[in-house]
């Protein structure tokens, strides 16, 4: 396999943590080379070519285990998140006549699990190929305080087609909610201080679900038509992101899940970004209702990347595929319930290119 780039040593990735083995592992199929740590089941690098075949790491990460294991910074780079991907209100919910009581680490509610996710357990790798990687974690009956032991399988697979595809599989021995994602942020650059507001942006949506100044939903599914969320046909991400708009308002720029345009079942198109300098661009694909788009709002420039070049304000982007944020605490959202003998799934892909 001829590589014009340099890989991250598996060494910087080898380490022990609550007592299980760390490691790195490296997938390529196509034009495209992953490397991932079953810690957190994280992407690190993603190393695409553009238009003119040269090859750039388009993933936001880090350059070892240390600092992932830190606390400095943005947390989910690259990660699996759950059990409860987004926010839960209030950190609580009501399910079946009870009351569970969550951990409150997002001014007052409760984001992508908790202290303790998904993304900060070390998950076990039951096959590694040279294409594709299958782990496995079980999240704890109380982790946070959320019910049932949670056992989840996932695959991270490339293929020719130059897709990173993400299944998702979870049963539960107690009744709990379950809305799991993958939160890689992108620049198409490879450049982590270059602005993602030249990138062109199309989202297969007509409607968002409203949020509130903490960007909880306020249960009220709103259109698109007139506002700058409207990303019906491809916008420039910087053309409207400050405009005067309460939603832009409360999301600081972009930070909202887009209700996807779903026609029958299976795996649809949600979403496209492309870079018109390096011609790089992504098409998101999935099976769920929901997309949350993320503009890096809150990068500052304090953390580095692998490459120890500062994460820029607006200079890295999340597309993460899922349900509905706080469905377990609106009628009328989504259903998040997973119950004893049903199987949560979820798939996403991810097809990398350039014109």
Known sequence: MAIAFKLIPAEKFQAVHDGKKISL?????????????????????????????????????LGNIQEYLGDKGERFLGAAVGPVANRIGKA????????????????????????????????????????????????????????????????????????????????TDAATPVNLSHHSFFNLSGRSDRSILGYELQIAASHTTAIDNLLIPTGEIASVEGSPL??????????????????????YGYDHNWVIDRKGEGVQFNAKVYDPECGRFIEVYSDQPGIQFYCGNFFNGKQKDKFGVPIGYRCSLALETQKWPDSINHKGFCDTVLRPGETYTHTCIYRFGAE
């Open 25 to 61: 592992y490296t997938l390529h199929a196509g034009d495209v080379t992953m490397q991932v740590t079953n810690y957190g089941a994280r992407v690190v690098s993603i190393w695409t070519p553009d238009r003119d075949g040269n090859y750039a790491d388009i993933e936001t990460g």
């Open 92 to 171: 609580r919910f009501e399910l079946d006549g009870k009351e569970y009581k969550l951990v409150n680490n997002n001014d007052g509610n409760t984001l992508h699990g908790g202290f303790i996710g998904i993304d900060r357990l070390v998950w076990d790798v039951l096959e590694a190929a040279e294409d594709h990687l299958v782990l496995s974690v079980v999240h704890p009956d109380g982790l946070e305080g959320l019910p049932g032991n949670l056992s989840i399988k996932m695959t991270y697979s490339l293929n020719e087609k130059n897709e990173f595809r993400v299944d998702y599989e979870a049963t």
């Open 230 to 251: 409207d990303f019906r046909k491809p916008h420039q991400i910087g053309e409207r992101v400050n405009a005067k708009d309460q939603q832009i308002a409360n999301g």
